[in-house]
């Protein structure tokens, strides 16, 4: 048994059998188109996708995308991760295996967030088929029994983890655990009721005996499941089993019954463009067509129809029956040539075959003990069911007392709910009379905050102007104590002269940054017409001159057009920001590069920079008062500037942003609501 049947078994039971007729596709169309979300739009895209799958792949592939991409943005992670699944499907199909296990492991990873016990077996299991088709068996069946504890709720589930298992076992040549679990689906089937599955099920089955030479019951189970899907119209499990008969007649010798059935169900493959189907019917044709010695005409029919399905993945066996097929037919036909390399090409798979063989017995000694695991398991089960029985006869007991307790509880809370009725209009009076109180002292403990915050400005006003008196006392005591002994480079009190400057300078700044602080309150918002190109220039020139050392240069990203707002407050953001662009971008050339957007609802101005960049951590805390990113040793900077920024951004009614990343440089946003 190949991967090939495995895929076959997910095409026809595991996918959603969702109608592709075309005005199922149109109305799918449709909805997309008029959805009124963008989360109805992504459950559209994924529907459309399942009706797709049997008719185009590449178009199915394409709204699975667009169902991830939708749900993802609109936060819908059951959908995401159902998009992901159907991806994986499907990029097995076209054989990309990189993508198919990228998008199984985001579909798993999503289905353990939202605890999706469904989807999360639905993705152990196609990574079960992964392990089978690189011959790893034995984690394949240790997968697919890790599956079964994600079936809590039985159901099909339940019944497609088993089956796998048996068919598993059938593989392995296992055949005595391989009827074990089968008998448990078979019994499965009778409980869930629902004849399309039941089908799809008994065809499978009846193949599985045919691989383990059960020929008599494969052919009950065939024969009933063809009756079945004859009823139902599935062409594809009617292919299925006319190609399953095919081979119980080719055992018994019933050459011209097998050639009709085989010729019915490849008709119905190229019907439905199912390719699976009509690769195996294909190769059991030619092998037909030798047995009854046709040469001549085997080679026609596969000159005829395996080009379709050349493309198609093979297994490992089916590659080595082609060859074979094809050595004889190519040698009766007198093409030795062609018969050469078919040879060559036995050998090549007959020794990959070998190998599985090899990987195959091992698993079987694995599978072997896991059974009697099992076994112990249901033993434990059965013991532990025991004790339970036990608890809940103690449980009835209690439960009779509590049902009493109950009642007498239910008596009193309906005399308290009494009395509670006849108090509500009192308590609802009273109520209203607090929430008024309540209103009343917010207000006031509202206005109070208003005023501490008025004190606190002015505080900071007169702190600012009462530094300044003794700063400016400090300055011109320095600017005219310079004896001769500071002239001289090497003396000690030099620099303890050169230290009190730079500290009064900084100090001067410290103090022009709290006044301005203080002071956005007092700034009106007077709309004016503003010219960004020339604000910005004439700001980036002053700005150029603080910084003799560096080479600078402005880069506009975008057109800077004039705009109404508030300008001075816009040009005095515009002036922190931009010299802190130079400021914090190392190295002697620097480029600052200012752009401009216009939404409806606000002008937005960017001052981007190749600096450092700043970690995610601090991007919030540099709009804090007086913090630095920097030592306060290594910079000069008082730590007011964007503070200040962010708190004129708000005056405005705007905001102020940074987006930044450590060795990428940071971005500054200002956005002004339009005027």
């Not at 079987?364 to 009697?372: A, H, N, T």
């Not at 109070?448 to 600012?464: N, T, Y």
């Not at 705009?563 to 400021?583: F, K, Q, S």
């Amino acid at each position: 048994m190949s991967r090939k049947f495995y895929i076959l078994i997910l095409f026809v039971c595991i996918l959603p059998q969702l109608s592709y007729t075309q005005p199922a596709k149109d109305s799918l169309q449709l909805l997309i188109e008029t959805a009124p979300t963008d989360s109805a739009r992504a459950i559209y895209h994924n529907q459309l996708a399942g009706v797709l799958f049997y008719e185009n792949v590449d178009s199915a592939l394409y709204h699975a995308v667009r169902a991830q991409k939708i749900a993802q943005a609109t936060g819908m992670a059951a959908e995401e991760a159902q998009a992901h699944y159907a991806a994986a499907v499907l990029y097995s199909v076209k054989g990309n295996r990189e993508e198919q296990l990228f998008h199984l492991g985001k579909s798993l990873q999503l289905a353990r967030q939202i605890k999706d016990s469904t989807k999360i077996h639905s993705v152990i299991v196609e990574q079960a088929l992964i392990l089978i088709d690189n011959g790893r068996m034995a984690e394949a069946l240790q997968r697919l029994q890790q599956s079964l504890d994600y079936t809590h709720y039985g159901g099909e589930d339940l019944l497609y983890s088993l089956y796998y298992i048996a068919a598993l076992h059938f593989e392995m040549g296992n055949d005595s655990l391989g009827l074990a679990y089968e008998q448990r689906v078979v019994s499965l089937l009778d409980e869930l009721n629902q004849p399309l599955l039941h089908t799809r099920i008994l065809i499978q089955t009846g193949r599985s005996m045919i691989d383990a030479s059960q020929w008599a019951k494969a052919e009950s189970r065939l024969q009933k499941g063809l009756e079945m899907a004859t009823r139902q119209g599935s062409n594809n499990s009617i292919a299925l089993a006319l190609k399953g008969l095919a081979e119980i007649n080719m055992h018994y010798g019933h050459y011209e019954q097998a050639d009709n059935q085989l010729e019915q169900s490849l008709e119905l493959c190229l019907q439905d463009d199912f390719k699976p189907v009509q690769l195996t019917v294909i190769l059991t044709q030619l092998k037909l067509m030798i047995e009854t010695q046709q040469y001549r005409r085997a080679l026609q029919y596969y000159q005829a129809y395996y080009p379709g399905v050349a493309s198609f993945r093979h297994s490992n066996d089916q590659r080595l029956l082609l060859w074979s097929c094809l050595k004889t037919i190519y040698r009766e036909n007198r093409k030795l040539k062609p018969a050469f390399e078919a040879q060559d090409s036995i050998l090549f798979y007959q020794t990959l075959q070998l190998a599985e063989e090899e990987q195959k017995a091992v698993a079987s000694q694995e599978s072997e003990y896991q059974l009697k695991l099992e076994k112990d398991q249901r033993d434990a089960l059965a013991l532990e069911t025991q004790k339970q029985e036990l608890a809940i006869s103690e449980r009835q007991t209690l439960l009779i007392i509590l049902t009493a307790v109950f009642m007498l509880v239910a008596v009193v809370a309906a005399l308290f709910f009494t009395l509670t009725n006849l108090t509500g209009k009192r308590y609802e009076r009273k109520l209203k009379q607090s929430i008024a109180r309540d209103t009343a002292e917010l207000r006031k403990v509202n206005q109070k905050l208003k005023d501490v915050q008025l004190r606190l400005e002015s505080f900071f006003r007169i702190a600012a102007t009462q530094l300044k008196a003794p700063l400016q006392s400090i300055r011109q005591e320095l600017a005219y104590a310079e004896p001769r002994q500071l002239r001289d480079e090497q003396n000690q009190a030099k620099e303890y002269h050169l230290f009190l400057e730079k500290g009064v300078q900084q100090m001067e700044k410290l103090i022009e940054g709290i006044q301005a602080f203080a002071d956005v309150h007092n700034k009106t918002l007077n709309t004016e017409s503003i010219n960004l190109a020339e604000a910005t220039e004439d700001i980036f020139s002053e700005a150029a001159t603080r910084f003799p050392d560096k080479k600078t240069s402005l880069k506009l990203e975008t057109p800077l057009p004039v705009i109404n707002g508030p300008g001075e407050l816009i040009r005095a953001v515009l002036a922190h920001l931009i010299p802190n662009a130079i400021h914090f971008t190392p190295g002697d050339n620097v480029t600052v590069l200012v752009g401009y957007r216009k939404t409806p609802e606000v002008h937005e101005i960017w001052v981007k920079d190749y600096g450092s960049g700043i970690e995610p951590e601090f991007q919030e805390r540099i709009f804090d008062l007086f913090y630095r990113l920097q030592d306060r040793g290594q910079s000069q900077n008082p730590g007011i500037g964007l503070p200040l920024s962010q708190k004129l951004a708000q005056q405005m009614n705007g905001a102020l942003r940074v987006k930044s990343a450590p060795g990428m440089g940071s971005t500054f946003t200002l956005s002004v609501p339009v005027q």
